[in-house]
């Protein structure tokens, strides 16, 4: 199968903690790729990496055979890496116009942005909200601008970082159909979850991470019969792994 | 209809100012105004980077370059000012590209001071550089009317030249704050990182924003000093008049909007004039007492600065565009 995003030996060091360490794995294309991971096992300090916006310490990431290693973020992003943030953080602007700031970067024209980017609205169903102020949304809702501001950026690997989480269960049944809709348009897609039953749900693939390091990969049904996951969330040490 | 109401209103303010001069011929209002009308550009150009959450309090150094460049060129070398425009222009964007190293690298209020001690650095170079700038002494621009030379006999050709630079600097500042830049800037100002992870390469939006932000504090300096006929470095790199008095304007009308700078610059500049000359012989310093004290009270209570208090104003103005667009 045709790999998007290969990730070799990656490693960030924060003083003595070592955040990543030597995490390698990769991402096909067209898929739907979990990762999970009990708190502080390094999740979002590797979609930073990825996207750049931290410098590892060593190690290598490369999208279609390109090295992204050194790249500023925004070069990273012209080339396929798009991503969400944990805690949501929209501009203070109007609904559009936090859509409209990625697509500046293709158009030009306010016009011609302001016509894609109610385009992508009408994706995540935020058409109405249009002129509203992010602050008057909901939470389900600001999460759905973060994927509405990524998607702008023509991305052809998303890397989603909690989009679900905090929402309530019929925001989840709500917003979990987006993300396989966005992988259908041909978005590959990294995401991270702690709501279990969601990411079995729509993930082919999940890895697994744990102090750092990558302590297994599968499909959803391997993954969850790990021994070493099985002790990683259960909080023991594990014994081989 | 409300936009022919807003035209109407933009048509009657702009006759009325153009017939200020013809009104009053007192020298004291005519200068009030074209006061104002220096400080609204001179404000307006500082909130350039503020789009981006810049904050500066060097723009002396801008101000002063542009000042000296024209300054020097016509009184040592008997260059035509208008030339001096552009000298002075070009000074003060080297200016920036200096100070955009620090800009770029140091966040929050480590910029800002890294933009006080480049001014402070300027100031200390233009007492010293004798040979260039006079010393402390400064130098006098020779009174030689004509327009050739910016200068004049009477104050109304300022006062037109005043007003005109305000009107231009306004619309630059609406013009960037609508177009990309202005958009990549009011991202990276909400979260730098969240602007970078989606393609926006800040470094060069902030340095943009300061390109033009320094450009335009030079060339309206470059009229100022033709205006006011002397420039010695305490007056053309002061700390007070051009770094704190456009950033005290930026934050009291509304920082980082287009018509904050507007607000703000109408209200504190006859104050700032008033506080300095007043209070300003009972004790030296006393006006920043009452800058300290207005500058708390905005920040805890208006934040958003005197043009928040106005935004009911545009809102309602903002939905009819959108509605306009929707038909
Ligand atoms: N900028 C930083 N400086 C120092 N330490 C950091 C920094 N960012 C993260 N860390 C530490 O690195 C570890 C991994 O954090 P990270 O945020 O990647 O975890 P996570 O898997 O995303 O956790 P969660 O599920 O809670 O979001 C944690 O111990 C965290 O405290
Ligand atoms: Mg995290």
């Known amino acids: 199968m045709d790999d998007l995003l290969v990730v070799r030996n990656l490693t960030k060091n924060f003083g003595g903690l070592a955040a990543v360490s030597e995490v390698s794995f990769e991402v096909r294309r067209g898929e739907i790729l979990g990762l999970i991971g009990p708190n502080g096992a390094g999740k979002t300090t590797l979609f930073n990496l990825i996207s750049g916006l931290l410098a590892s310490n060593q190690g290598s990431i490369k999208l279609e055979g390109e090295d992204l290693t050194k790249m500023p973020p925004y070069r990273r992003s012209a080339m396929g890496v798009g991503r969400t943030f944990q805690v949501v953080r929209p501009f203070d602007m109007t609904v559009l116009e936090n859509v409209m700031v990625p697509i500046f970067a293709h158009y030009k024209s306010a016009k011609e942005a302001k016509g894609k980017a109610y385009e992508i609205l009408e994706m995540v169903r935020l058409e109405n909200m249009a002129d509203s102020m992010p602050s008057s949304l909901t939470l389900a809702q600001r999460k759905r601008i973060e994927v509405a501001r990524a998607l702008a950026t023509k991305p052809k690997l998303l890397l989603l970082d909690e989009v679900l989480a905090g929402l309530n269960p019929s925001e989840v049944a709500e917003n979990l159909p987006l993300i396989r809709q966005v992988r259908d348009s041909g978005v590959t897609i990294l995401f991270i979850e702690h709501l279990m039953d969601a990411m079995m749900a729509i993930s082919e693939r999940v890895l697994v991470m744990d102090q750092g390091a990558l302590i297994a990969c599968g499909t959803p049904d391997e993954v969850t019969s790990d021994q070493c996951v099985i002790t990683a969330y259960l909080g023991e040490e594990a014994p081989e792994c | ?327």
Request: with cysteine; glycine share 10%; charged share 10%.
């Open chain 2, 1 to 327: 209809m409300r936009t022919n109401k807003i035209i109407v209103a933009a048509a009657i303010l702009a006759l009325g100012l153009l017939a200020v001069p013809l009104y009053f011929t007192s020298t004291f209002i005519l200068h009030m105004f074209t006061l104002v009308f220096f400080y609204i550009a001179l404000t307006a150009a500082w909130n350039i980077p503020a789009f981006g959450g810049k904050f500066s309090l060097g723009h002396a150094a801008f101000f002063g370059l542009g000042a000296y460049a024209a300054s020097i060129l016509y009184v040592k070398y008997g260059i035509s000012p208008l030339i001096g425009i552009f000298a002075g222009t070009v000074c003060a964007m080297l200016g920036g590209v200096i100070l955009s190293f620090p800009l770029i690298r140091l966040k929050g209020p480590f910029f800002t001071l890294a933009s006080i001690a480049f001014a402070e650095v300027l100031r200390m170079v233009a007492i010293d550089w004798r040979s260039m700038t006079n010393g402390s002494v400064g130098l006098n621009i020779p009174f030689k009317p004509g327009w050739l030379n910016l200068t004049f006999t009477s104050g109304m050709p300022f006062y037109y030249i005043a007003l005109g630079l305000a009107v231009l600097v306004i619309l630059l500042a609406w013009w960037i704050r609508s177009s990309a830049l202005g958009y990549h800037l009011r991202a990276a100002a909400a979260d730098e990182d969240a602007a970078k992870a989606l393609g926006i390469n800040t470094a060069k939006s902030h340095f943009f924003a300061l390109m033009w932000s320094s450009g335009l504090t030079g060339m309206i300096a470059v009229f100022y000093v033709f205006y006011n006929y002397v420039l010695e470095p305490g007056t053309a790199f002061s700390m007070d008049l051009f770094s704190l008095q456009p950033a005290m304007n930026g934050i009291i009308g509304g920082m980082g909007t287009v018509w904050g700078p507007v607000i703000g610059a109408i209200i504190m500049t006859p104050l700032g004039e008033f506080l300095r000359f007043y209070l300003g012989t009972i004790q030296q310093g006393l006006n920043f007492v009452v800058y300290g004290l207005m500058l708390i009270a905005v920040v805890n209570f208006v934040p958003g600065g005197i043009v928040s208090l106005m935004a009911p104003w545009f809102k309602k103005k903002k939905s009819g565009e959108s509605s306009a667009r929707d038909n």
